[in-house]
């Protein structure tokens, strides 16, 4: 069982906008930054989206992130057959004094 | 440009020891802090271990604190990770990463490497 939670799949056709829930506590998202990764398949993970919600260069301003209280979102828009992968978020967790993962999302795109 | 190789890994038995080894290049090493996350086949990415950019202060998961080792040589640009009485649950891809400056979040990863615990 993950710290964090996130929905197991999402999907969407080309040019659509999803979303993708990743939910925690006030000991990670609730008082930390959220970072998100992209893994696609057969790869090392990248990173997405860092302090919740910046961008690394090179990342299409398609992708973006947000956080309210003890959750935090990532979207896409534009939805592109090559954003089809596995999202992961993560958090720094106070009590556990370590870094936590969501569960991952796998997103197809139809 | 930066890059990160992992090494070390292998099948092993339960009960016994590995270490992995991650050698970099392409960034001033000693300025950074390292992750070791992990990836069991077909699930999702666990946090293993970070160690500060000098060595000095190391965080564990609980599921591998006291049985795992994180070190790092900064004159020789290389990580390692001891790992010591060994699960079939430890069974994973081990990727070697980068934590950038700022929270920044973890800006390279390795491309991995195997290691699977089995009788």
């Known amino acids: 069982q993950s710290v964090l939670t996130q929905p197991p799949s999402a999907s969407g056709t080309p040019g659509q906008r999803v979303t993708i829930s990743c939910s925690g506590s006030?000991?990670?998202?609730?008082?930390?930054?959220v970072y998100w990764y992209q893994q696609l398949p057969a790869t090392a993970p990248k990173l997405l989206i860092y302090?919740?919600?910046q961008r690394p260069s090179g990342v299409p301003d398609r992708f973006s992130g947000s956080k309210s209280g003890t959750s935090a979102s990532l979207a896409i828009s534009g939805l592109r057959s090559e954003d089809e992968a596995d999202y992961f978020c993560?958090?720094?967790?106070?009590?556990?004094?370590?870094?936590?993962f969501g569960g991952g999302t796998k997103l197809t795109v139809l | 440009q930066v890059q990160l190789v992992e090494s070390g890994g292998g099948v092993v038995q339960p009960g016994r020891s590995l270490r992995l080894s991650c050698a970099v290049s392409?960034?001033?090493?000693?300025?950074?802090?390292m992750h070791w996350v992990r990836q069991a086949p077909g699930k999702g990415l666990e946090w293993v271990a970070i160690i500060s950019y000098d060595g000095s202060n190391k965080y564990y998961a609980d599921s591998v604190k006291g049985r795992f080792t994180f070190s790092r040589d900064n004159s020789k640009n290389t990580l390692f990770l001891q790992m010591n009485s060994l699960r079939p649950e430890d069974t994973a891809v081990y990727y070697c990463?980068?934590?950038?400056?700022?929270?920044?979040?973890?800006?390279?990863w390795g491309q991995g490497t195997l290691v699977t615990v089995s009788s």
């Open positions: 990463a980068r934590e950038g400056a700022s929270y920044s979040g973890i800006d390279y």
């Open positions: 302090r919740n919600d």
């Open positions: 392409g960034f001033t090493f000693s300025n950074y802090a």
């Open positions: 006030s000991s990670n998202i609730g008082s930390n930054y």
């Open positions: 993560s958090a720094w967790d106070d009590s556990l004094s370590g870094w936590v």
